[in-house]
């Protein structure tokens, strides 16, 4: 991309958005998208509202609000009614509306974007300590437990937001996960219904690894050279924050019996989000994350966690994890693991946004990846790309040959 980039043009990159930030933030976005007479949702142009209507339904100032909606119109995020460019005078009478492209800055809207929103504006303020972070190479955010004490209400909406994300893009997640595993005893639990991410509420106890009488085999391979599994998989979603990527994952499969854990303090964000999901509480700083000794999963999953520790915790957290696997259970990771063969900047700036948010924390390669998983003893390392920037990948525990 070398040749292309121009550094001023990055310089101000920032403005477009805190733009588009600030008409979330503000209730701009939201006084554009209420219904009003004439209007029909958030994505009706229809009669659109004046400059003072906006302000009156944010409460923000009038001045400030036009100057904003003019240049949302030049971001393409707002319209206005008569059709105008964005440099066209504005006056009392001149409407405006969200665009198609801006309707899900609207936090009523079915795809909101307002949670995303004040998640970023939140790393704003972090990146702001970006040059002191590089210096002393700490991060600028406190440890997650201190944030749950300190705000919960931000640490919350960050959860959420990385939900709204996982509504977005986790399906693609999901389906290569659903691959991966092994195949399910009964054929029919494999067909995904079409946007069913909802995972069935009902998880079978820890440990009660009995199965249906006539499956084949654990290990098992099918035509397809997949194992087959033996009955129900119950998976443990360890960090699991509001049970995005367990319930797609279910959604998908319905032999996929998920259970979230995560710290005490996440069961009701889990419930506002995936109630249908049970919780445990646990700790991934303690011995198999707090689980007793003995308890088995067919699957655990440990989705965006690897990122947020220094190496050495990750070999640590690898380990723990598959030692709570059943023989023949899978470890799945979802991870921004960098591609030696791709340009694309979301990697590398994910793995700034790591360092200064938590201390240790990085953008990790497929070999480093690879070594946590062969030193806890899996094996069968498979891992698949083309889901955006987040890689899965899966191992295997061994199977029983007792
Ligand atoms: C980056 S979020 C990932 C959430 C979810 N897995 C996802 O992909 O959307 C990290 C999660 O780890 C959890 N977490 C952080 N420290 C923890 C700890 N010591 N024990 C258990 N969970 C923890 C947080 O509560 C949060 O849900």
Redesign the pocket.
């Known amino acids: 991309m070398s040749g292309a980039v121009d550094p001023l043009a990055l310089l101000t990159a920032y403005q477009q958005s805190a733009v588009l930030s600030a008409a979330v933030l503000s209730g701009v976005a939201d006084a554009l998208a209420e219904e009003v007479a004439g209007s029909h949702g958030p994505d009706a142009v229809g009669a659109g509202k004046t400059v003072e209507e906006v302000a009156l339904g944010a409460g923000s100032d009038p001045r400030a609000t036009r100057i904003l909606l003019s240049a949302l119109v030049a971001l393409g995020l707002a319209t206005r009614v008569d059709g105008l460019q964005a440099g066209a005078p504005v006056d009392a009478g001149t409407r405006f509306a969200l665009s198609e492209a801006g309707a899900p800055l609207a936090s009523d809207h079915p795809q909101t974007l307002a949670w995303i929103v004040r998640k970023e504006w939140f790393f704003y303020g972090v990146w702001n300590e970006l040059p002191a972070a590089i210096e002393d190479g700490r991060a600028r955010i406190a440890p ?2 201190r944030r ?1 004490d300190d705000d919960r209400a931000t640490a919350f909406g960050f ?1 959420r937001a ?2 709204d994300l ?1 509504a977005r893009f986790g399906g693609e997640l999901a389906e290569a996960a659903a691959e991966l595993l092994p195949a399910p005893a009964d054929p029919y639990e494999d067909a995904p219904a079409p946007g069913d991410a909802s995972a069935p509420g009902d998880a079978s106890a820890p440990g009660d690894a009995s199965a249906p009488g006539d499956a084949p085999a654990p290990g098992d391979a099918p035509a397809g050279g997949r194992p087959v599994a033996s009955g129900p998989l119950r998976l443990l ?1 360890v ?4 049970g ?2 367990a319930a797609r994952l279910a959604g998908l499969r319905r032999d996929v019996r998920p259970t979230v ?3 005490p303090e ?1 069961q009701p964000l889990l419930s506002e989000r995936h109630g249908g999901l049970p919780f445990v509480a ?4 303690a011995a198999r ?1 707090g689980r007793p000794e003995g308890e088995r999963w067919e699957v655990v999953l440990l ?3 690897l990122h ?1 520790h220094p190496p050495a915790d990750c070999a640590r957290l690898v380990h723990e994890a598959a030692g709570l696997l059943a023989p023949g259970g899978t470890l799945l990771l ?1 991870d921004w693991i960098p591609d030696a063969d791709t340009a694309a900047p979301d990697l590398p700036l994910f793995a700034v946004m790591m360092m200064v948010e938590n201390d240790g924390g990085d953008a990790y390669s497929e070999a480093e990846h690879r070594a946590w998983l062969e030193a806890a003893g899996l094996t069968e390392i498979e891992l698949r790309r083309g889901y955006g920037p987040i890689a899965v990948v899966a191992a295997r525990a061994a199977a029983d040959t007792t």
């Open positions: 997650w437990r749950l959860l990385l939900d996982a979603d960090g699991g924050g509001a995005s990527h854990l995560d710290l996440l646990g700790d991934l700083a994350f989705a965006n966690i947020d979802y």
